[in-house]
């Protein structure tokens, strides 16, 4: 199986920044595409940003010009550079990760959540 693990969440005031880290681990073949998503109170979970193996990205339109998402497929780790927060990016965030482990099959793996809140 593959374990997400996530880290850097928090409180920031608008206009601030975070980052995100995810590090995948467990009994990996392959990871395909890489991403976080987000879900605010009573919301759906959303895509915010995507990368597959290739570095091929893709972003959320509300996102787009703030976020910044690397991959690093040796370590099997994925970031999410946060600038110019508001307080409408204020969620949860998960990690992602379409991959493969011995003697299963494909599939999505999702990480525990990091709370981001953007406040004053």
């Known amino acids: 199986q593959v374990q997400l693990v996530e880290s850097g969440g928090g409180l920031v005031q608008p206009g601030g920044s975070l980052r995100l880290s995810c590090a995948a681990s467990g009994t990996i073949v392959s990871i395909y595409t890489m991403g976080w998503y987000r879900q605010g109170p009573g919301r759906q979970r959303l895509l915010v940003a995507s990368?597959?193996?290739?570095?091929?990205?893709n972003y959320a339109d509300s996102v787009l010009g703030r976020f910044t998402i690397s991959r690093d497929n040796a370590k099997h780790t994925v970031n999410l550079q946060m600038n110019s927060l508001k307080p409408e990016d204020t969620a949860v965030y998960y990690c992602?990760?379409?991959?493969?482990?011995?003697?299963?099959?494909?599939?999505?793996?999702w990480g525990q959540g990091t709370q981001v809140t953007v406040s004053s």
């Open positions: 992602n990760a379409d991959a493969r482990a011995i003697a299963s099959r494909r599939k999505d793996y």
């Open positions: 990368i597959d193996a290739d570095g091929n990205i």
